[in-house]
């Protein structure tokens, strides 16, 4: 295993690394208008989602949010999105489907403080708090969106329990993520032992490595110009470029990403 990745699976270890990362990242990217930072998604045939033209430049990484948050019907609720990064999916989702109020968490203090100032949208608000200990009232929201973020949560069975405790009876999580091979199984067995009911769930592997395939130009660029060359390797995969081990583990199956909808009964 390579140290990057053995210091990564240890949780106190892996909490401080992410910690000191996204603040890095968005001090980087800030001038570069970078909204997004999870993987994509393309379908074949090509989604062609409607998209206004301001959107049109983060098409593969709206896709994948659509594709998460339409699994119910968001119109007139209550939503949190738990790790909303730049603020790019909160901003969109807000924006074309019309919930009730949509509120962004992360616990990237600098990127809360950059979402605020860049997505003023009406119903949306960002807050800077933790994944493991939600800080809402039991039975708060609707829906709760988690996109391409757990993995790096060093308690990923709390951070569900937390989930089902902040959902009303009836809501939805509405979830993306992926797993190496060898965490599987403690993936899996997490899930199903959450207080969540499983609705529907899809391997979307394909999809993902389309919608990198659309994005990897414009992010290798983002890379070069922006981060020290010693960083450029984490920089390949933590954007999923083409040649990335990421991207490689993907193709050939070492890697799981897929979507999930539940519901708390």
């Known amino acids: 295993m390579p140290l990057i990745d053995h210091l990564f699976s240890i949780g106190p270890v892996r909490k401080a690394i992410w910690k000191l990362w996204y603040p890095f990242l968005t ?3 800030r001038s570069e208008e970078v909204l997004f930072l999870n993987y994509a998604y393309e379908t074949e045939p090509p989604m ?3 998209l206004a033209t301001a959107d049109e430049p983060n098409r593969a990484c709206i896709q ?32 074309t489907l019309a919930p009730a109020h949509y509120t962004g968490l992360d616990l990237n203090r600098t990127g809360v403080e950059f979402c605020q100032k860049r997505h003023p949208v009406g119903n949306l608000d960002f807050l800077q708090g933790d ?29 569900l329990a937390e989930v089902a405790r902040v959902l009303r009876p009836g809501g939805h999580f509405l979830y993306a993520d992926f797993r190496f091979r060898e965490g599987l199984a403690e993936w899996e067995q997490a899930l199903a032992s959450a207080p ?3 609705v529907q769930t899809r391997v979307i592997n394909a999809e993902v490595l389309r919608g990198m395939d659309a994005n990897s130009a414009r992010s290798l660029a983002l890379i070069v110009r922006h981060l020290p060359k010693f960083l450029h390797p984490l920089g390949r995969d933590f954007a999923g470029v083409e040649g990335s081990r990421i991207y490689a583990a993907l193709q050939r199956g070492e890697v799981s990403y897929r979507s999930y909808c539940f519901v708390k009964v």
């Open 64 to 95: 994948l949010y659509h594709h998460v948050a339409t699994q119910v019907e968001l119109r007139g609720k209550k939503v949190l999105e738990v790790s909303c990064g730049h603020g790019g999916g909160a901003s969109y989702l807000t924006r």
């Open 196 to 198: 969540l009911k499983l």
């Open 27 to 29: 001090r980087r990217l």
């Open 131 to 159: 994944a493991q200990d939600l800080m809402f009232a039991d039975h708060t929201f609707d829906a709760v969106l988690n996109v391409e973020a757990s993995h790096c949560y060093p308690d990923f069975p709390r951070f």
């Open 48 to 50: 062609a989602l409607p």
